[in-house]
């Protein structure tokens, strides 16, 4: 090791400058990372393999602009120097530095990280006089030169560099280190790899506009990083995120601040932000500082309803009194990602005459426009296009970006369902072969079947435990199995067992990184992206009936009497389901009512009968305990809220001719008991064993003030809502039933459902554990153990658990540390709240589908009944039990008519006003007047509101001020909702076809390598578990919010 000094040049927090000299220490030895090293390096991790053609060093302007090429799974062989990778970090940020850290811990990547400033033979001092970029390139190809000595002329160094003076001063020193420009690395090695070169023009093409950039200012300029951080150490400023209103994106944001107290001044938890110029070029959710403007200037947010506006909570939408507001003044981290735009129409476009700057609208409402330089602008009208923003500057109305690929022309179903995981920042590219290697083999040749060791060592509960599965129909990924027996000394034996996903899945692994990225399933409209592999989410981990299967299990011994657990266990074990129930199946059971069981077809009728009375008799007592573990929850506080899911009817030639919500069945709950049951002693379980390092669930309780809307509702109709606690929350919501209209106490709980806040995963080290409590299920400790085929959570406490157990006999494990697992914890919150949000808005995508090839004038299905749950300043939001759908009802126009209703119940616009009171509005006009008021019910039209750069949207348009009457009111569909789905989609296909365009929804499904098949888990028990409710805490009658 040799030491020597390294001269820096610093800046002082003053703005002064500091001559800092450093110890720098040299190695002979540092990793190579290379399969072809001759000196035996210690080469731990990641390793480039041997038989790649080159390897590539990429000089630092390459690393700083086109990291996102490199980025390409198909661009293999790249070192990353120690030099590059700090010029990112200090010309970047840490997010962009976070990015590429991220790509070099990928092993999916072939890149690697060589400290060349560490190496005695490449590093570099820096000479006198030299630039830092002279410097910086002399750096990279020294690096270079040493590799290609290193590994003895074995392979072939390419270093990539757009500095045109480096290429002729460099590119003839050496033999077998090539020196050459990015377009012509890419033309000479990955011509084939068409969207890294389109990708390259885009970004040579916004890096010339920002260097072409005018010097008129715009935008305040940002403060110094220093002067920042002393504001808010001081309390002249804040930080937060900033969330941009999407009804109101021109005028209005919120800034969520951070731990902020000043002692003069008692500030709420959100400062407002109006106007563009006060958010400064902020981008919502970037990390921003905010300066407070005098109390004289201070206003509230607006109430009135916008275009498109859907519900909010409630302190959002209700509260108008001035409230804090401030100026952006600093950003503190850039949180930009992948935006979907579309380009605007030729008579539209805005762009210089020479040149093809185009002002392109992005899909989310709340991103400002991005200007975008490009070659194609005529070819691309009308298309959705995934851009990048590269700059901000004071000088720039818009923000300046670049183009990264095309999806395809908006209104399509496919581009369409792109967009939306694109705005979710949903990653879900096909499974690797590498990845699939690591799945055992299966095939009708060779059918998989347990491992002599793994049945020595587990607990068999094949023979001695009558092991069923209640699911949706048509499930293919059955996690989770139960059974329930009376013991020879009495008493109950109830056991949950899962799907043991971890012996499959080994910590580490590809497929396990794989599936930790994503964290989840995603459950779209009409398919679904599976977190694991279909070798076994849909085979060997989905616990079918009739064959062997590894599961989790954990059993109870209960009290014959009082239903108290006298023990419990948890292990591995080897089950097989001897039924694969649905839930109407299940319930007819219950019910006493003739029911066909696949399982029992092939058996003489004395058999028959016999087994069909030991699965009854497991139900009715499955049943019976699980509505004991209900009610015990229940006293505790326990909250059951309400959901909303829609399944259509169609008729014999496949027509949708409605839309109506799923009836809820016993069996949902006592499933979902269960479920909960489980996770609890889980829980219990794996906190007890590490008190710091286990992954738990909490439900925190809501901020009061998000309840106000659901109290001045229930009070206008005579109701006390006490949200001071769940138990009082619970039972003011039992209370508050109208006799008359069940409607009123089911909107209710949609309103508490909306003021929750949301469920989290946490690492109990970092959570006091005063706040493990779950809120909305009353227990004291909760966690996610029974969906491992679709939750990563859950794989990570199956670990937990068996490292718990092994603890117990005297082993030990290896476990990741407080910090790692909060971060993963986070992640997986990210998540799944970008799954949650895909979802809902896939289901909105498809909702607007159906109506859209429908005539609102002549079509009785685009008339329904509809209820009004809030009053705003200019119109209602009403609630549309037949379709599950919420929306904004105007009653005054933008032109500012008002509509009234004459003695004949026809409306009319006209001039006139309207009045607004906490429980009722009223328009009046030459005409009359006309009330509304809070849980009345209306007519009202559906139609499709059309819009050619955001998404389409459901216009609710109120056509009567008296309820909805059908022609049919008994009519129960009994169709799936899946069904939908598949007219829908039928409907695309045969219109692709009329255009002679081929249809894409066969390729998409090819390319990403998932489900076959609509899945209706989507449709069924998975929209709650990815959206504030959980999955196991509610079945149909929503539980409470959990996932």
């Not at 949207?953 to 001020?961: G, P, T």
């Not at 249809?999 to 578990?1025: A, D, G, T, V």
Request: glycine residues 4%; contains cysteine; proline residues 4%.
């Amino acid at each position: 090791m040799i030491k020597t000094e390294r001269l820096l040049h610093l800046k002082s927090s003053r703005g002064r400058k500091v001559r800092v000299v450093r110890e720098h220490y040299l190695r002979e030895r540092v990793p190579c990372y290379s399969a072809l090293c001759q000196a035996d390096c210690d080469n731990d991790g990641k390793v480039l393999p041997g038989d790649l053609t080159h390897y590539v060093i990429p000089d630092v302007g390459i690393v700083l602009d086109f990291l996102e090429i490199l980025e390409f799974r198909e661009i293999q062989g790249i070192i990353f120097t120690q030099t590059a990778c700090q010029a990112v970090q200090h010309n970047k940020g840490r997010r962009q530095y976070n990015r590429l850290r991220n790509l070099l811990k990928d092993p999916r990547h072939d890149c690697v990280l060589f400290v060349n400033e560490f190496q005695k033979y490449s590093y570099c001092p820096r000479e006198k006089g030299e630039s830092q970029e002279k410097w910086q390139t002399r750096c990279v190809y020294s690096a270079a030169v040493w590799f290609y000595n290193h590994l003895a002329g074995l392979k072939d160094i390419v270093m990539v560099t757009d500095d045109s003076e480096a290429v002729a001063q460099y590119s003839s020193l050496n033999s077998g280190v090539y020196v050459i420009s990015m377009q012509e690395y890419l033309h000479s090695f990955w011509s084939d790899v068409n969207a890294a070169h389109e990708l390259y023009s885009s970004i040579v093409q916004a890096v010339q506009e920002r260097e072409s950039e005018g010097s008129e200012r715009e935008y305040q300029e940002h403060l110094p990083p220093e002067v920042l951080e002393a504001g808010i150490k001081c309390g002249r400023y804040m930080q937060g995120i900033l969330s941009v209103n999407k009804h109101r994106a021109q005028q209005e944001a919120l800034v969520t601040t951070q731990g902020f107290s000043n002692k003069s001044t008692d500030l709420s938890c959100d400062v407002l932000v109006l106007g563009v110029k006060n958010c400064n070029r902020a981008v919502h959710g970037d990390s921003v500082v905010v300066e407070l403007l005098p109390h004289s200037e201070w206003r509230g947010r607006t109430t009135a309803l916008t275009e498109a506006q859907g519900e909010e909570r409630s302190m959002e939408d209700q509260n108008n009194q001035p409230m804090p507001t401030g100026r952006v003044v600093g950003i503190l981290q850039r949180n930009w990602r992948d935006y979907v735009v579309t380009f605007p129409t030729r008579e539209t476009q805005t762009q210089s005459r020479n040149s093809q700057k185009i002002l392109t609208v992005p899909w989310d409402h709340r991103i400002p426009k991005i200007r975008i330089s490009t070659q194609q602008a005529d070819t691309l009208q009308d298309h959705r296009v995934v851009v990048r923003i590269d700059s901000w500057d004071s000088t720039s109305l818009y923000p300046n970006g670049h183009s990264v690929r095309v999806l395809g022309r908006a209104g399509e179903l496919e581009t369409e369902v792109q967009t939306i995981l694109i705005e979710n920042c949903i990653s879900v590219p096909p499974f690797s072969e590498a990845q699939l290697r690591e799945m055992p083999v299966v095939s009708p040749e060779r059918p998989w079947n347990p491992d002599p060791e793994q049945v020595t060592t587990r607990r068999d509960l094949r023979q001695t435990h009558l092991v069923f599965s209640i699911d949706p129909k048509g499930c293919e990924d059955v996690d989770d199995t139960l059974s329930v027996s009376r013991l020879p000394k009495g008493g109950l034996e109830l056991g949950v067992h899962i799907a043991d996903v971890t012996h499959f899945v080994k910590e580490g692994s590809l497929t396990d990184q794989e599936a930790r990225a994503r964290a989840t399933t995603y459950y779209l409209a009409d398919r679904r992206y599976d977190m694991l592999p279909e070798v076994l989410s849909a085979n060997l981990c989905s616990l079918l009936g009739g064959v062997d299967r590894y599961a989790m299990s954990v059993l109870w011994e209960l009290d014959s009497a009082s239903l108290e657990v006298r023990s419990v266990w948890f292990g591995r074990t080897l089950i097989r389901s001897s039924y694969q129930l649905h839930y109407e199946l299940a319930q007819a059971l219950l019910n006493g009512e003739d029911a066909t069981v696949p399982e029992l077809n092939q058996l003489n009728p004395e058999e028959q009968s016999q087994r069909l009375a030991e699965l009854t008799q497991a139900l009715e007592t499955l049943t019976h305990v699980a509505r004991h573990l209900r009610a015990q929850r229940d006293r505790g506080g326990a909250l059951e809220l309400e959901g909303v899911e829609v399944r259509a009817q169609l008729d014999s030639e496949k027509n949708i001719t409605a839309l109506v919500p799923r009836q809820p069945l016993e069996v949902h709950e006592t499933v979902a008991e269960c479920m909960i049951f489980a996770n609890h002693w889980v829980a219990r379980k794996i906190q007890e064993s590490f008190p710091h390092q286990a992954l738990l669930r909490h439900h925190p309780p809501p901020r009061q003030e998000f309840f106000s809307q659901l109290q001045e509702s229930a009070r206008a109709r005579g109701f006390t809502i006490d949200t001071r606690s769940n138990k009082s929350l619970a039972d003011s919501l039992e209370q508050a039933v109208d006799p008359q209209d069940p409607v009123v106490n089911r909107l209710l709980r949609m309103m508490a459902t909306q003021a929750m806040s949301q469920a989290m995963y946490f690492s109990t080290g970092a959570v006091p554990a005063d706040q493990y409590y779950h809120y909305g299920l009353a227990l004291d400790r909760y966690t996610h153990f029974t969906s491992p085929i679709r939750r990563y959570a859950d794989v990570i406490v199956h670990r937990l658990l068996m490292a718990a157990l092994d603890l117990d006999r005297g082993l030990s494990s290896t476990l990741a540390s407080n910090r790692e697992l909060e971060e993963t914890a986070q992640h997986i919150n990210n998540r799944n709240r970008a799954a949650q949000h895909a979802q809902r808005l896939s289901t909105e995508l498809f909702q607007c589908l159906f109506f859209r090839e429908r005539d609102p004038e002549s079509d009785p299905s685009c008339v329904s009944d509809a209820v009004i749950y809030a009053i705003r300043d200019n119109g209602l939001l009403v609630f549309v039990p037949q379709y599950g759908v919420k929306g904004p009802v105007y009653l005054r126009s933008r032109e500012g008519e008002v509509l009234t209703f004459g003695a004949d119940g026809h409306c009319e616009w006209s001039s006139g006003t309207v009045k607004k009171h906490s429980d009722h509005i009223t328009t009046s006009s030459l005409s009359g007047s006309t009330t509304f008021r809070l849980f009345q019910h209306i007519t009202v039209r559906i139609s499709v509101q059309s819009n050619r750069c955001h998404a389409d949207s459901l216009n609710l348009e109120v056509i009567q001020n008296a309820p909805h009457e059908t022609s049919n009111p008994d009519l129960v569909p009994t169709q799936s909702k899946v069904q939908l789905i598949q007219e829908v989609h039928r409907q695309a296909e045969e219109s692709l076809q009329k255009a002679s365009v081929k249809p894409k929804l066969s390729r998409e499904e090819r390319q990403y390598c998932q489900s076959k098949q609509p899945n209706l888990y989507s449709l069924l028990e998975e929209i709650r578990e990815l959206s504030l409710m959980d999955e196991e805490a509610c079945a149909k009658k929503l539980c409470a919010t959990t996932a």
